[in-house]
């Protein structure tokens, strides 16, 4: 069975910092995914991330995969407020298209 | 070109009731997927439909829990006598092709008193 999990599951950091956010999974998979989800609100696709190496950026979050390692990483450049929400890794293991998810990182990114 | 839609918002049954959750997939999608979300939790996967097909139904739970993707119309996932424990929030999801990025709806919020 394939397991999706995340560190830390929740993180507190000011504005202006930088930090990372881990997703490790336990079976081959050379497709993984990043959402955003707000309270009460749905989630938002942030990136896709299709083979070994892939690494994509969009404003201050960027993405990279390492299919050896089975980790994904989901780094923050220079906080703001903005990017409080729960961020989530979801793997799709090549069959069937069924993701299945991380636990959640809790991000709160105080003034 | 909007997006998943899914309705009700929000759903209040009481144990005993039957809850039905529909989903309309963004134009030219084909596959769609529900998901749950249990309270401070991650989504887990229970079903993924095409048109008239249930091609993964792994998720889903053996008793009580039902979905369909009928030719014309919404997909619906269906469950009957609810229990306290099937509150959660169900997401629904759709893709243009297999493999490929799962857009989400707004999602449905069952409370079961």
């Known amino acids: 069975e394939l397991k999706v999990e995340q560190n830390p599951l929740f993180l507190s950091m000011q504005e202006g910092k930088n930090y990372t956010i881990y997703c490790n999974y336990s079976?081959?998979?050379?497709?993984l995914y990043w959402y955003r989800q707000d309270p009460g609100k749905s989630l938002e696709s942030l990136f896709v991330?299709?083979?070994?190496?892939a690494v994509k950026q969009e404003g201050r979050l960027m993405a990279s995969l390492d299919t050896k390692a089975r980790l994904s990483t989901l780094h923050i450049t220079a906080a703001v407020h903005d990017l409080s929400a729960t961020y989530f890794c979801?793997?799709?293991?090549?069959?069937?298209?069924?993701?299945?998810f991380g636990t959640g990182t809790r991000l709160q990114v105080t003034l | 070109n909007a997006g998943v839609m899914q309705n009700p918002r929000h759903l209040v049954r009481r144990r005993g009731q039957e809850a039905r959750l529909r989903c309309s997939p963004m134009?030219?999608?084909?596959?769609v997927y529900w998901y749950r979300q249990l309270p401070e939790e991650g989504l887990k996967f229970m079903v993924y439909?095409?048109?008239?097909?249930?091609?993964?139904e792994s998720g889903m739970p053996k008793e009580r829990f039902s979905a369909e993707f009928p030719k014309e119309g919404p997909s619906i996932l269906r469950i009957q006598q609810v229990v306290r424990g099937d509150s959660a929030a169900y997401f629904c999801?759709?893709?243009?092709?297999?493999?490929?990025?799962?857009?989400f709806g707004p999602g449905t919020r069952l409370l079961v008193l």
């Open positions: 439909l095409q048109k008239e097909n249930i091609i993964d």
């Open positions: 999801a759709s893709s243009p092709r297999v493999q490929e990025t799962q857009y």
């Open positions: 079976t081959t998979s050379d497709r």
């Open positions: 134009k030219g999608h084909s596959h």
């Open positions: 991330l299709l083979s070994n190496g």
């Open positions: 979801a793997v799709d293991p090549g069959t069937a298209s069924k993701l299945t």
